[in-house]
């Protein structure tokens, strides 16, 4: 009964670290989800990203 206070050991791995994308990088993809129709404007866009339409439409500037 000594084993009750052993600490757990995570079974779940760490998802991998996205990389961050440049001012640059952001837009090409903005626009190629715009362009295949996978999103239809700009508002979808902040939702799908989680960001504000403000933000997403600056990265397109």
């Known amino acids: 009964?000594?084993?009750l206070c052993k600490p757990r050991v995570?079974?779940?791995p760490k998802p991998p670290?996205?990389?961050k994308?440049?001012?640059a990088e952001q837009a090409k993809?903005?626009?190629e989800l715009l362009d295949s129709?996978?999103?239809k404007n700009k508002a979808e866009l902040a939702r799908k990203f989680g960001s504000s339409r403000a933000w997403v439409?600056?990265?397109f500037e």
């Open 29 to 31: 993809v903005y626009r």
């Open 21 to 23: 994308l440049s001012p």
């Open 10 to 12: 995570s079974v779940c």
């Open 37 to 39: 129709g996978k999103v």
């Open 17 to 19: 670290e996205k990389k």
């Open 1 to 3: 009964m000594g084993n």
């Open 57 to 59: 439409s600056k990265g």
